[in-house]
């Protein structure tokens, strides 16, 4: 067992010995050694959207660890100083079923592939165990070639432990990637694959969720369909007496279900009717071709400023070595600093939470949530619905904070990512030929959709 060193050892220069010299040399060595690997896996560049949206990002890599709101720096191999984590709120974030579902929580998910995505950070999203995403994606360089509109699905363990992925390239042509002994094995099915177009109709009776699975849709589609509609409907507000409407392409496997594509969907809530067509493009669009994504800012203030500590999910307390995240990013803007909402939404917390201070959480659609910290003023309530761009309040040093900063997350299903780097919904008008398309296509379904 290692002799227990503290910094104060350090700091009061108590190694004169020449033998203890050599021994804090090796200690610093190894710890080093710890430190950098787990930290350099993550790396990422940020590349700035816009000019303005310029900001500074921690290179990883550099001789620094980072701790909630403080940056200690390593100077001449002294450990560092080791303080707590700050940022975690006092307050929860509530969830429901219908989250559990498009969490991937109940253990199999089917995903349909938009631009900008790449399969490690699709995985990462969904919690998918990070060993696992590395070693399918290194092992199967092909997997880089996932086209828009492609499907992809997975099972996971209660661990989060991929076992099984499918890669459907075609309808006939499909790659398995199976787990055995540690390994992953890809094989490919060329088997016949029978497509059936499906209409499935139901009734609010009890919930969306037990309705929908009542009338014969599995998990997966309903998560489809609540992330095309999630910009548009909300959910909860769904009535008894409101009716829905689907049309699937469900393709089988003799008698197993291996995909399904949502070909349009129809909701009607009170009186009125929401609908979500699928585009050429495998995105979903209302009946007048409108987008029904929507976009995000990339970060939460007005003006370009430094970023003091960054997205840090693996990051390990130097001491403990055990994982500490830094789930966010942190601005150094001054006491005062207008902070806005990245996306419309809904404020789900608005209030002082332990920690993290004045506290603000925003719920965007069903799969996006931003929070705030340590602000010196909250301008909104909960419930207040909010526009992207609205000033939500001032940034500020309150909570366990050691200096004004804007503490900010980015949670993608329940999950923290990088807000600098993840990739965002962008809302995309249809214009021209595609619309023309789109338009004809709207035709066809939408009579389907009748109720
Ligand atoms: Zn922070």
């Known amino acids: 067992m290692a002799r227990q060193i503290k910094s104060s050892d350090f700091e009061k220069n108590n190694f004169k010995i020449p033998y203890f010299s050599i021994f804090g040399v090796f200690f610093i060595v190894i710890l080093f050694s710890v430190l950098w690997r787990p930290l350099n896996l993550d790396r990422t560049v940020y590349v700035p959207l816009t000019p303005q949206a310029e900001t500074t990002v921690n290179d990883r890599n550099h001789s620094s660890v980072v701790d909630g709101d403080e940056k200690v720096e390593i100077v001449n191999g002294k450990p560092p100083v080791v303080t707590e984590s ?3 709120p006092e307050d929860e974030i ?4 219908l989250d559990n579902i ?4 109940d253990n199999s998910v089917q995903y349909t592939i938009v631009r900008g995505d790449t399969l490690h950070d699709i995985l990462l999203r969904y919690n998918v165990n990070r060993n696992d995403i590395y070693q399918l994606t290194t092992k199967f360089k092909q997997l880089a070639n ?5 499907q992809v699905s997975w099972t996971t363990d209660d661990n989060h432990n991929l076992k099984t992925f499918s890669w459907t390239i075609s309808s006939n042509n499909i790659r398995i990637y199976e787990k055995s002994n540690g390994n992953f094995i890809e094989s490919s099915e060329i088997a016949e694959v029978v497509p059936q177009n499906v209409v499935i109709k139901g009734d609010i009776k009890s919930s969306f969720v037990a309705d929908a699975r009542k009338s014969g849709l599995t998990s997966n589609e309903i998560a489809i369909i609540t992330r095309a509609l999630q910009w548009r409907l909300d959910f909860r507000r769904l009535q008894i007496g409101d009716k829905f409407s689907v049309v699937l392409t469900r393709e089988m496997h003799g008698k197993s279900l291996s995909n399904s594509q949502l070909l349009g969907v129809r909701f009607k809530n009170g009186t009125k009717d929401y609908y979500a067509i699928l585009g050429d493009d495998g995105k979903y669009y209302d009946i007048n071709g409108n987008s029904l994504s929507q976009g995000f ?7 370009k400023a430094r970023v003091s500590s960054g997205f840090n999910p693996r990051r390990l307390h130097p001491v403990t070595g055990q994982i500490a995240p830094h789930n966010g990013v942190d601005f150094a803007v001054s006491r005062g600093t207008p902070v806005l909402s990245v996306g419309n939404g809904e404020v789900v917390i608005a209030k002082y939470s332990g920690s993290a201070g004045n506290y603000i959480a925003i719920r965007h659609g069903r799969q996006y949530m931003t929070t705030y910290m340590h602000l010196d003023k909250i301008l909104v309530k909960p419930g207040q619905q909010v526009k992207q761009g609205d000033k939500i309040g001032l940034s500020g040093n309150t909570g366990r904070s050691t200096g004004p900063h804007l503490h900010f ?4 299903n329940n999950k923290p ?12 008008e249809l214009t021209g030929k595609s619309k023309k398309v789109f338009l004809s296509k709207v035709k066809s379904i939408s009579s389907q959709l009748e109720f």
């Not at 996932?146 to 492609?150: A, K, N, P, S, T």
């Open 102 to 105: 498009i969490d991937g929580k």
């Open 86 to 88: 700050s940022d975690v």
């Open 409 to 412: 997350e980015l949670h993608i």
């Open 94 to 97: 509530a969830t429901d079923e």
């Open 417 to 428: 990512v990088n807000p600098l780097t993840a990739s965002l919904p962008i809302s995309e």
């Open 146 to 150: 996932l086209r828009i509109g492609q």
């Open 297 to 303: 800012f990339r970060y939460p203030l007005e003006k």
